[in-house]
């Protein structure tokens, strides 16, 4: 009886968790179904605009055309005129010419020419020559109009061409100077559940390629504008941001720390942009981001890298952390973040996946888990909205036993909480502490990029543990994008005016900032970076920590400290790529490994020089600054070991290797300012 009751039991939990998984299955659905819709009417209401614009240029055109059509056939018709006048002249001479000689042939044949018709027919020789002349006049006039036609054709194409030239040159300065910091701005399209009738006008329109305007209202007038590095309507689908932002995916699997936050209010798209929907087209950054990377992994490893990828995916609720990809029902664990003694930051006792990029199935139960763990609760604003800050990170590090060399990158993709203020939530009791919490990390957040904007002084990376955790990618030495969500509602303008304002501040943190973080290690240094320095410094004499396999795929504990080849891996206080060295030639990856885990360590510190004839630009504060720095130099305090650097990206070598070095991967962009301006 009991164990039937027991069986029962069972099933009917079994029977639950399967309605528990299909109604999620149903809810995933009818998203994308929904975000497939608006994002179709919004591309159909472009189409639609944009075929007016269209229709109206060809009229422009045409008129303009048909103009000048007219003009030239007048030209052509006047000189046909004098042409065919010309023509007349000279038959009608000839035909004089022909009549004289016959006249003169009769004449020479016998007839007595008398003095009068000599005359006569000298006077008309005499006129036949001023014809000719006449005529080769004309026709030289009408050679010079001809040339002077080709002449004028042949400028304007010069002049084309040099104009795409320097759009070309412009372009590539333009590119040179893109930072490490950027920030994108995403609109989303009207949804069925914003109710704004059949023709709403939204609050916020992309102006041009890269700018955006906003108003307080229907009636306002357009007050405030804003430039980012690129602004996506809403007819921008998932594809279209993902193209813009994957260069940022490529970095991390050249060693940077690259971090992409999607910021902005409930309900404006931020894990849309992040998670998405589904597995097709509505599908979002992150398992899009994996792909790139199984794609990226495939060459480099023909090339002779050996990676390996681990995921962890926790969020950050009230200032807890919490493991997503933990195995029970709830984390009863504590989570901590912490520096080892390499200088690294990890956080305590998190799961850590060992994951193939290119088996997406994988990939999709890692999403599918975290979103079921991820925290959820009502506010006034949207029935369900996510209240946490949530961190994908995929820890890459890659191995190249003929070359020597080793590298460690970290992605990693924040769906930050909303950004709305607590007046507007209409949030109370717990829901009012937990919105003042999130917006504390989130204006720690603002604090942080304020103070990077402010160039020196101290940054207050320690004030929440979202900034804590990521001071690796903000404090100049990783790379991070900001996509700001917006919503195009009437009733949104007032939050999407705050967020446009949060990006622009981002934005700022640009200025100098490469000379300045490296310049931080060299001489003045805050207390953060010394502190990383200092952890990175004492591990190093201390060697390598306690042994972890790395390729663990089950729940490792972080705390331990990371995997042999993370120790071996010396953390070069470098605002740049992380590449260094391992310190014996050609191993199997086995026996590398080995060789790897019991190098020594050493002392390292970073000088940067700024680049000889560098280009100098003028900053916002009329100061001029340099546009670039070409080197930076590795000093080593151990005089056995040398160290090279090449352009932005810096490897080190051991005393056993000499060998010439080898940029690795392709994206080295030297961070530079950016030009996000609200201008009124
Ligand atoms: N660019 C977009 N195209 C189509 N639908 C979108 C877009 N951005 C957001 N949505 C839809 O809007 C709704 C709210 O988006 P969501 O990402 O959940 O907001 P947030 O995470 O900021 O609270 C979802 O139904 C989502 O599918
Ligand atoms: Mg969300």
Redesign the pocket.
């Known amino acids: 009886m009991k164990s039937d009751l027991n069986m029962a039991g069972a099933q009917l939990k079994v029977e639950k968790g399967l309605r528990t998984r299909s109604e999620q299955k149903e809810k995933e659905e009818r998203?994308?179904r929904?975000?497939?819709a608006?994002?179709l009417m919004?591309m159909a209401q472009d189409h639609a605009r944009m075929e007016q614009h269209l229709k109206e240029a060809d009229e422009v055109l045409e008129r303009k055309w048909s103009d000048k059509m007219t003009e030239q056939k007048k030209l052509y018709d006047m000189r046909g005129n004098e042409l065919g006048e010309s023509h007349q002249t000279i038959a009608g001479l000839e035909g004089e010419i022909q009549a004289l000689k016959q006249a003169l042939n009769d004449h020479e044949n016998g007839v007595l020419v008398s003095k009068n018709q000599t005359q006569e027919l000298s006077q008309l020789k005499g006129e036949i020559i001023a014809a000719r002349e006449k005529l080769k006049f004309e026709e030289e006039r009408f050679r010079s109009v001809e040339k002077k036609y080709e002449q004028t054709v042949k400028e304007l194409e010069a002049e084309i061409e040099q104009a795409e030239a320097e759009r070309r040159r412009l372009h590539n300065i333009i590119q040179d100077l893109r930072g490490n910091v950027r920030v994108f701005a995403?609109?989303?399209?009207f949804?069925p559940?914003d109710n704004c009738g059949d023709d709403p006008q939204p609050c916020v329109v992309q102006k041009f390629d890269k700018e955006i305007k906003l108003r307080l209202g229907k009636d306002e007038p357009w007050q405030h504008n804003f430039a980012f590095d690129s602004v996506?309507p809403?007819s921008?689908?998932?594809d279209v941001l993902f193209r813009e932002a994957s260069e940022f995916i490529q970095s991390a699997m050249d060693g940077y720390n690259v971090c992409l936050f999607?910021y902005?209010?409930?309900?404006?798209?931020?894990?849309?942009?992040?998670?998405?929907?589904g597995t097709g087209q509505?599908r979002g950054i992150i398992p899009r981001s994996i792909e790139e990377v199984g794609k990226t992994k495939a060459k480099l490893e023909r090339e002779g890298w050996q990676y390996e990828m681990q995921v962890s995916y926790l969020e950050i609720y009230n200032e807890k952390i919490r493991d997503l990809l933990r195995d029970g029902k709830f984390d009863e664990v504590k989570h901590e973040v912490k520096v080892n003694k390499d200088g690294k930051r990890y956080v305590s006792n998190i799961t850590m996946k060992k994951i193939d990029p290119n088996d997406m199935d994988v990939v999709e139960s890692v999403i599918r888990q975290a979103s079921m763990c991820r925290s959820v609760a009502s506010t006034g604003m949207?029935s369900v909205?996510?209240r946490s800050h949530a961190i994908f990170t995929l820890h890459l590090t890659a191995i190249h036993p003929e070359k020597g060399e080793a590298l460690r990158g970290q992605l990693n993709l924040v769906?930050l909480a909303?950004s709305e203020r607590l007046s507007r939530s209409n949030a109370s009791g717990d829901r009012a502490r937990e919105t003042v919490s999130i917006n504390k990390s989130l204006s720690a957040l603002t604090d942080v990029f304020a103070a990077i904007g402010r160039k020196g002084g101290h940054i207050p990376y320690r004030n929440s543990k979202l900034t804590y955790l990521l001071q690796p990618c903000l404090g100049g030495e990783g790379k991070t994008l900001m996509v700001v969500?917006l919503s195009p509602t009437d009733a949104s303008s007032q939050e999407s005016l705050c967020s446009l304002r949060f990006a622009s501040h981002v934005n700022k943190c640009e200025l100098g900032k490469a000379k300045r973080s490296i310049q931080e290690y060299a001489e003045e240094g805050d207390d953060d970076t010394k502190s990383v320095s200092s952890a990175a410094t004492s591990s190093m004499k201390g060697g390598p920590s306690r042994r972890e396999s790395v390729s663990s795929s089950a729940t490792s504990s972080m705390e331990r400290g990371p995997s042999r080849r993370e120790n071996v891996t010396s953390s070069i206080p470098n605002p740049k790529r992380k590449v260094s060295s391992v310190s014996q030639p050609r191993k199997t990856p086995s026996s590398h490994r080995r060789t790897t885990s019991t190098a020594t360590a050493t002392t390292l510190k970073t000088r940067v020089s700024p680049r000889k004839n560098a280009p100098r630009r003028i900053d916002d504060d009329g100061r001029s600054v340099e546009s670039n720095i070409s080197s930076i130099s590795v000093l080593s305090r151990d005089s056995r070991s040398t160290v090279s650097t090449i352009g932005s990206c810096s490897v080190s070598r051991s005393p056993t290797k000499r060998k010439p070095l080898q940029k690795l991967g392709t994206n080295n962009t030297l961070p530079s300012r950016n030009f996000a301006t609200e201008k009124r």
């Open positions: 998203t994308e929904i975000a497939m608006a994002q919004a995403r609109i989303r399209p949804l559940e996506f809403p921008s689908g998932q999607s902005g209010q409930t309900g404006s798209g931020k894990t849309h942009t992040m998670t998405g929907s509505m949207n909205s996510s769906d909303g969500n």
